[in-house]
Antibody, heavy 117, light 110 residues
Framework: EVQLVESGGGLVQPGGSLRLSCAAS????????MHWVRQAPGKGLVWVSR????????NYADSVKGRFTISRDNAKNTLYLQMNSLRAEDTAVYYC??????????WGQGTLVTVSS | QSALTQPASVSGSPGQSITISCTGT?????????VSWYQQHPGKAPKLMIY???KRPSGVSNRFSGSKSGNTASLTISGLQAEDEADYYC??????????FGTGTKVTVL
């Protein structure tokens, strides 16, 4: 069974930085595109970013472009999301997800990021 | 990257059928047969229910079906059961390797 385990969430002040990790197991991590999706408290799902299999191509939602950086380490089976210049509106549960564009069959349990002073 | 539009809530009695709409634009839903649907129970991660408009992953009940016409996709749940009460989200490929989710629909089983 595919396993995706996020970590790194927590409380951070506005303007601060945080790096999320997603440890993958039980599948060939290097063969799949990976994504980050977030969900603000009581709100809907929002696609954030994706990375291709070898990390050479990345895409971002307009709301995080220039502030967030997605990356991966295929040797460690781990996906990352570096989040800089954090704002209150970035407060959300962040999920990593495996899948092709537009279809995500596998999700982690999520990690909560709270941006507040 | 505007969210796809879904009704905020849909309800039905056990055994009935309900349909959730998901309206996008010619740049997302209307251009690609890459619409998926997710079920999310409170405090849980989303679960894929339909992909590529109408395909069901292994293990998903055949009570769930999907379709698309123009810029609007739909999810139909037939034989509504208490366990179907959850939030449902559509998602579409939006070009340039990006995706967009719907606003979400709360399904209530009366």
């Amino acid at each position: 069974e595919v396993q995706l385990v996020e970590s790194g969430g927590g409380l951070v002040q506005p303007g601060g930085s945080l790096r999320l990790s997603c440890a993958a197991s039980q599948f060939t991590f290097s063969s799949y595109w990976m994504h980050w999706v977030r969900q603000a408290p009581g709100k809907g799902l929002v696609w954030v970013s994706r990375i291709n299999t070898d990390g050479s191509a990345t895409n971002y939602a307009d709301s995080v472009k220039g502030r967030f950086t997605i990356s991966r380490d295929n040797a460690k089976n781990t996906l990352y999301l570096q989040m800089n210049s954090l704002r209150a509106e970035d407060t959300a549960v962040y999920y990593c997800a495996r899948g092709d564009t537009g279809s995500y069959p596998d999700w982690g349990q999520g990690t909560l990021v709270t941006v507040s002073s | 990257q505007s969210a796809l539009t879904q009704p905020a809530s849909v309800s039905g009695s056990p055994g009935q059928s309900i349909t959730i709409s998901c309206t996008g634009t010619s740049s997302d839903v209307g251009s690609y047969n890459l619409v998926s649907w997710y079920q999310q129970h409170p405090g849980k991660a989303p679960k894929l229910m339909i992909y590529e408009v109408s395909k069901r992953p292994s293990g998903v009940s055949n009570r769930f079906s999907g379709s698309k016409s123009g810029n609007t996709a739909s999810l139909t749940i037939s034989g509504l059961q208490a366990e179907d009460e959850a939030d449902y989200y559509c998602c579409s490929y939006a070009g340039s390797s990006t995706s967009v989710f719907g606003t979400g629909t709360k399904v209530t089983v009366l």
